[in-house]
């Protein structure tokens, strides 16, 4: 997939998730990014609030509690204290 890049979700339970994607969108201290394919390298602090994932066309929606984004060529990293799944009215967390 020529548009996609490796984006990671770490918590400090687990690897929240690890898959190619096309795009992630997050708030930063310095207001919302969006990542792509070969974005320049990258790093900032996360606030709380909603994160979006788009793979294949489709965004799935979640939350994390802030952190910190690291993006390099190889891969783009969330590191949270936690992280959630928009799951309709509950909210599923992997």
Same mark, same amino acid.
């Given at each position: 997939?020529?548009?996609?890049?490796?984006?990671?979700?770490?918590?400090?339970?687990?690897?929240?998730?690890?898959?190619?994607?096309?795009?992630?969108?997050?708030?930063?201290t310095?207001?919302d990014? /969006?990542?792509?394919?070969?974005?320049?390298?990258?790093? /900032?602090?996360?606030?709380?609030?909603?994160?979006?994932?788009?793979?294949?066309?489709?965004?799935?929606?979640?939350?994390?509690?802030?952190?910190?984004?690291?993006v390099?060529?190889?891969?783009?990293?969330?590191?949270?204290? /936690?992280?959630?799944?928009?799951?309709? /009215?509950?909210?599923?967390?992997?």
């Amino acid at each position: 997939m020529a548009n996609q890049f490796a984006l990671e979700i770490v918590t400090p339970e687990n690897i929240f998730y690890n898959d190619q994607v096309e795009m992630v969108i997050m708030r930063t201290t310095n207001g919302d990014r /969006a990542i792509l394919k070969d974005h320049i390298p990258f790093v /900032a602090g996360l606030v709380e609030g909603q994160l979006r994932v788009k793979k294949d066309g489709k965004f799935k929606e979640g939350r994390i509690s802030g952190g910190f984004i690291t993006v390099t060529k190889e891969k783009t990293t969330i590191l949270t204290e /936690a992280a959630s799944w928009d799951n309709g /009215a509950e909210k599923e967390t992997i």
